[in-house]
């Protein structure tokens, strides 16, 4: 990594998208982050999203993919998640603007007479409030990256469009930089690439005063240089200036497509700063992605939201990153917690029940963690996957039908191995009593938990409502558990483990939202590890 370099004014990049929505806007935002990064600079990232929700708490993961938590307890979408992983950085509240967000405050204002009687408008006054959110994001970076949200033309996200073209006014255009990511469909019956839904996102954009700096058109093959020169031509913008970014096999194989095209060379011009990037960890980390070992350990993922790859995309790309670093070819089965029996589990070299709300699904998840404890196979439970384990464990240990109160039982049930404590509060958030974002921790002196964290004391993110209820620590000890760490105080259980066992470690946090690809998890790590 290069020395840190300091910058005299904040840059801005700006990134946005067209044809349609999931092209990658976060990704190549990430990957022109990244290779930022690797110069030195102090980068910074935030997510701007036209949907009228005020956060990500309540959006349904199947169709939107996994809700991420900041440091400081703000539900997010996935997008956040990937500018952690390629930057190696904490987000937070400040990198997330919805629009549901601003109307509210700006209401809220209004409503208290903070107008002074004079008319609320999109125009200046949302536009300005979104434009206050980016400067605030920005505090103190050398470089901040902005994606919008949406597809451009989009009618919910034009009030974002107009911010940022009113931005460079603010700043100095020579202080922003615009990308558009558009996607150009491959037609397989006439064997050929169509750039007109490309050209007609461009002209959109072009329509709402906005000329990008750098186009990146994402295909679903490499595309012919032909391709890049038309976009070029019709958007009037230089060819170097146009990156063809196919589907490759790993996503952090971006930042090295970006860097063999001209786009280094307008990175370069935009800081002042001609100096090549330290990719070298990078280097080292996509080799082990891209090798095939000799061996392959089979890890069983027991999920209640199947049929979107994104719902758990920190776990799983935890689980990669672990497996390239432990160099082990990752085999991860999908197993729906609704439907799995014993024999669904046998054949696994581990076990990982990640989160969740509801009973859906439970009664898989509870069988999951019992299997594991009886087998001996390497199991990691993530939040619902401690719940479930002490459910589990209880149940050996003699709790008959042991329960939790989030599954339907009576809070006055004699078996409620997970409860809501008397008078539990938690951060003020939509979930009420949800405890959200970094806690802290301290850990058993000599477990297993400790021994792999290297410390007695940790800080880990957290998204959950119901706490382990310690009147069934004897049961669940019986059954095959001990607790490994607590809350500061001790009130809270925060690990559990399985002494004599492979590897059986269960935290009530969300360890995976502070996994990075060059720096995985330690528990992940350990994890992958036992289960070759």
Known sequence: MQKNKKLKQTKYIFVTGGVLSGVGKGITAASMGAILKAKGYHVTMQKCDPYLNVDAGLLNPVEHGECFVTADGVETDLDLGHYERFLDFETSKYSITLSGSIFKELIDKERSGGFNGKTVQLVPHF??????????????????????GGTIGDYEGLSFVEAIRLFANKVGRRNCLYISVVYVPWINTSKEFKTKPAQNALKDLRGFGIIPDIVCTRTERPAPKEIQEKIAAFAGIDKDAVVNLPDIKSVYDVPFNVLKSGVLNILNDFVGDDTRPDMSRWEKFSKLRNKEFKKTVKIGLVAKYVGNNDTYMCVTEALKASAAWNEVNLDLVWKNAEEVTEKDLEGLDGIVVPGGFGVRGVEGKILAAKYALEHNVPYLGLCLGLQVACIASARLGGVKNANSEEFGASAKAKNNVIYIMEGQKGKESTGGTMRLGDYPAKLVKGSKTAEIYGSAKVVERHRHRYEVNQKFLPEIEKGGLKVSGTSPDGTLVE??????????????????????????????????????
Do not use: M, W, Y
């Not at 979104?130 to 400067?135: S, T």
């Not at 920005?138 to 994606?147: G, Y």
């Open 127 to 148: 536009t300005n409030l979104v434009q206050e959110k980016i400067e605030r994001a920005s505090a103190d970076s050398d470089i901040h990256i902005v994606e919008i």
């Open 495 to 532: 690990f559990v483990e399985a002494p004599g066992k492979k590897f059986f470690e269960a935290t009530q946090a969300h360890p995976e939202f502070k996994s990075r690809p060059l720096h995985p998890h330690p528990l992940f790590l350990e994890f992958v590890k036992a289960c070759k």
